[in-house]
């Protein structure tokens, strides 16, 4: 007993090192924002309830250890799921009822049950609609001399796979297929399949996101902009000042940021150059003139608030860093995150909007004269 409890032992420690956290902010040599430790990120828990069937299979020397039939069983796992990663671990427990005993044939019936431990690896992007997944762990199972060798209890690697069928962020309908052999010199096993209903609690636990409209509405009518605004934007830096704005420049910089990461792209660099040239010419002009630095998610399914709000405020710090190499002074600079607040298009709950991973500046101090010189000389250099 003491042997195979070092084994079940060790095999939680497998099977929890395999559970790894949400991925990071990627840094990279030539990007200006370090790491993000999200620590406000949270996972998702979930309940998932289910009924299927066990059944032994054949081993030399056993007789009668085919059982002639599917047993019943029911299924309850207690979950979590690592967000923004293809990682999730969960707690599984088994009850079976009225299950033929292997050693006797047909003719005696006891209870099994059972208590599992597994990681559980996503194939594809966690929260599309159809989500496969493989899942392997370890489990105790058992009943009164239930198993062939006459054994009660006995320790069993499993491996199989799954897949979700998510019909909505906090529901879906699951299947599962699992092969357990047991760490025995003999050869004892058993295959359970199972279908089951999950329910993703702990996503209602992140800080506003229930009260977040999936999409845009597109009956809003665009705000008029001011004259001269559109004819010297670009497809990456737009000048979106609204009409009759005072003292102030909006600049929509449409930096195309990489799933889950902070950091700019070379491609990128002659946007920001220019961005740097507007903003030193309203400096010169107004020596009082500061920038504001607003950065903005992208929002999937169980999408986690915190996590994106953290990763919006590097995506405006990592804009503000650039400026700042370039000539910008850091305390004319202040950034903000919005998380998935306010989506700049339609949201896709199932591919995402990669056009809603921007960052957004207004340059403040500036009059309309100024606005007028600073879209002349774009509009000169774009020319040359």
């Keep these: 007993m003491l042997n195979r409890t070092c084994m079940f032992l060790c095999g939680i420690g497998v099977v929890s090192s395999l559970a790894v956290a949400a991925p990071k902010v990627v840094d990279a040599d030539t990007g200006p924002v370090s790491a993000s430790q999200e620590d406000e990120s949270e996972g998702g828990f979930y309940v998932n309830i289910g009924a299927g069937g066990m059944r032994l299979h054949n081993a030399d020397g056993y007789k009668g250890s085919n ?85 009660s209890d006995m320790v069993f690697a499993q491996a199989g796979l799954g897949f979700n069928y998510h019909f909505s962020k906090d529901f879906s309908f699951r299947m599962d297929a699992r092969y357990h052999v047991a760490f025995e010199d003999e050869f004892i096993s058993f295959t359970t399949v199972d279908a089951s209903l999950t329910w993703y609690l702990g996503r209602m636990f992140n800080d506003g996101v229930d009260n977040i409209e999936p999409l845009v509405d597109d009956t809003t009518p665009p705000a008029k902009l001011e004259d001269g ?121 199932d591919e995402g909007t990669p056009s809603n991973r921007r960052t957004e500046v207004v340059i403040r101090g500036v009059d309309a004269e100024t606005r007028a010189k600073i879209r002349e000389n774009r509009i000169r250099n774009k020319t040359k």
């Design 229 to 349: 605004a559109e004819a010297s934007g670009n497809e990456k830096l737009l000048d979106v000042t609204p009409e009759g704005a005072e003292d102030t420049m909006h600049l929509e910089l449409r930096v195309q940021f990489k799933k889950d990461s902070a950091i700019l792209e070379p491609v990128d660099y002659p946007v920001l150059d220019e961005l740097c040239m507007m903003i030193n010419e309203a400096l010169a002009a107004n020596p009082d003139v500061y920038v504001t630095i607003d950065g903005h998610a992208d929002r999937q399914h169980g999408s986690d608030y915190n996590y994106n709000l953290n990763l919006s405020k590097n995506r405006a710090r990592s804009v503000a860093v650039y400026l700042n190499n370039a000539g910008i002074p850091m305390e004319k600079m202040q950034t903000a995150g919005h998380s998935f607040d306010k989506p700049l298009d339609p949201v896709n709950l």
């Design 67 to 151: 059982l002639r039939s599917i047993q019943e069983s029911l299924v309850l796992r207690l979950g979590w799921d690592f967000e923004d990663s293809p990682w999730g671990i969960e707690v599984a427990g088994m009850f079976a009822p009225d299950v033929n005993r292997a050693n006797h044939g047909n003719g005696r019936h006891e209870n099994a049950y059972g208590l599992g431990l597994e990681g559980l690896y996503h194939l594809c992007d966690r929260y599309a609609a159809f989500d496969p997944f493989l899942a392997a762990g370890v489990g105790v199972y058992g009943g009164q001399e239930i198993w062939q060798n006459g054994d």
